[in-house]
């Protein structure tokens, strides 16, 4: 015998719609806590993940189903196809936080109907910036309200009094595991701006008694998240804290991800002042941009200028040997960043290598093309590499930097602060092309850089102001301009 039940949330359009058997059997499954895999039985390692003792023990009931939907969908009902020519966008459909490097990752602002989710390893700022962005919401006079299920309100209120300089009056704090009170304060408060943190540790009533952390309870509590956020009747922005399992790698299934309108990636060891925030997915921007922060007691500071932060400001009269510039490119924005080397002699067979900002199979093969392409003597040498700020270097538009760099170290000449490398270099020794040279290069002349070498051919003219290009073909030719000859 079937049987329908309708348990309406307090203060809220939504409902949950359950349908099933009178009297329901039991039965036990054994699922996955990694990727959400179920077996009949209990086994050691997951067969679809890889992962050892992941499974637990739940009870489920058969011919069972459960249903989330809003009021207005309770009855059935048909979508209309409407021209995409005559869909409406509203103007400002996007809020502005204030803080630039967040605004710019995001493509300009958050969207009011849009579900961002934030995650990073322990102790990498997720609460401090989104309790940040909480603020400067609140002082536009929009309501926020600010849900944990991991810490109590009187930590939150600590953190704020340390990082905050006023705390503002739309701001509403609620330290409850239960989405299902959380939704119910939602509509309560009629909130802006909800920041779950984080969204592992909240449960759904209807959903008991899958443990807080399951992939059922989450992905069914931003299922409904969602759908607050969408509706079009009162449109929410929400932004989700996501925590990280042992492998640097979001937690839950990857499914979370593809619901999300926005997934953030936070990086940068805790023990550093350095943070970066990185857009792998964006609905509403592009991806792959990036912004810096600086971690202090007040909390995250926005980079505004990273050009500046990343390069050693140095008097024009300074003589420093083993260090070069060039420009690194950041989503859509290009970075200057200074590049360090310190070449020793070795007392071992094996000579070190040492380089914690690109990959040491990169900076290896480098090394071999100096010695045979630049006649530079390294087979007893030690090399360490490093960059200012820690800033990594993942482009190829950096060889020439890092060549020029450890050259000027090996012969312990000087290499000018005001010039800079911008190219890719072949086993050959010839110097390749890359990519948005000219944003590059603008963005050089702005900070009043005098001269670039790159590949030939390699950028259409532009005006500068400041700055000479300087077009060479082999990477012996750089050398000899920049060091002299041997």
Known sequence: ???????????SPFFIVRIGEKNLKAKTIYRCTECGYEALKWMGRCSECGAWNSFEEVIVSSNKRNVISSANEIKKTSAKALKLANIEVGKNQRILTGINEFDRVMGGGIVKDSVTIVTSPPGGGKSTLTLAIAAEIAKQGKK???ATGEESDSQIKNRADRILEQINEN????????????????????????????????????FLPARAGNPTQTMECANVLVQYAKNKERQRAIILIGQMNKNDEMAGLRSLEHLVDTVLLMEGNHEEELRSIIATKNR???????????????GLISIDNPSEYFITKREKNEVVS????????????????????????????????ICEAMKKDQMNTLISILEQKGKVSLYDKNVVIKTTGGIKLKEQAVNLAVIMCIAS??????????????????LTGELKKVPS????????????FVKVFIPQNSMRKIVLQNIEVIECKTLIQVITYCIGKK
């Open 284 to 298: 509403f921007g592009s991806t792959g941009e990036m912004g810096f922060f600086t971690m202090t007691e007040k």
């Open 1 to 11: 015998m079937l049987v329908k039940w309708t348990v309406k949330i307090k203060n």
């Open 322 to 353: 083993g260090s070069t510039i060039t420009v690194i490119r950041e989503g859509s924005r290009p970075v200057i960043s200074e590049i360090e080397s310190l070449v020793s002699n070795s007392f071992t067979p094996y000579p070190s290598r």
């Open 144 to 146: 926020v309200l600010y």
């Open 409 to 426: 170290s090996v012969y312990n000449k000087t290499i000018p602060w005001d010039y800079a490398f911008i190219a890719d270099v072949g």
């Open 437 to 448: 040279m000219e944003s590059r290069v603008k963005e050089l002349d702005r900070m009043g």
């Open 171 to 206: 701001i509403w704090i609620i330290a409850d595991t239960s989405l299902n009170n959380v939704l119910a304060a939602i509509t309560e408060i009629d909130a802006d701006l909800i920041i779950v943190d984080s969204i592992q540790t909240f449960t759904l009533d209807e």
